[in-house]
């Protein structure tokens, strides 16, 4: 059986950056991974590694804490 993926590899777009870690404030980078409920993107959609990913939810979480990003879109 062949993979679905047609032998390219994903790269994460912080990998290829080097980012290192992802910053709560930066709220355009932070809405970028926010569906239009609100809801943080899964790693399939938003192609980020899992590291990442973690570091992504983590800053999306306190930046909705020091209210930056709303809780719930309407």
Known sequence: MKSQ????????G???????EIDY???GLL????SSFGKIVAR????VCMG???QL???VKR???????PFIQR
């Not at 912080?14 to 290192?20: A, D, G, P, S, T």
């Not at 809405?31 to 926010?34: F, Q, S, V």
Request: glycine share 2%; aromatic share 6%.
């Open 5 to 12: 993926t047609n032998g390219k590899k994903r790269v994460c």
């Open 52 to 54: 990442h990913q973690r």
């Open 63 to 69: 930046s909705r804490i020091m209210a930056l990003i």
């Open 25 to 27: 404030k930066d709220v």
């Open 57 to 59: 939810a983590v800053a």
């Open 31 to 34: 809405r970028r991974y926010l």
């Open 44 to 47: 399939k959609r938003s192609k």
């Open 14 to 20: 912080f990998c290829l950056h080097k980012v290192e």
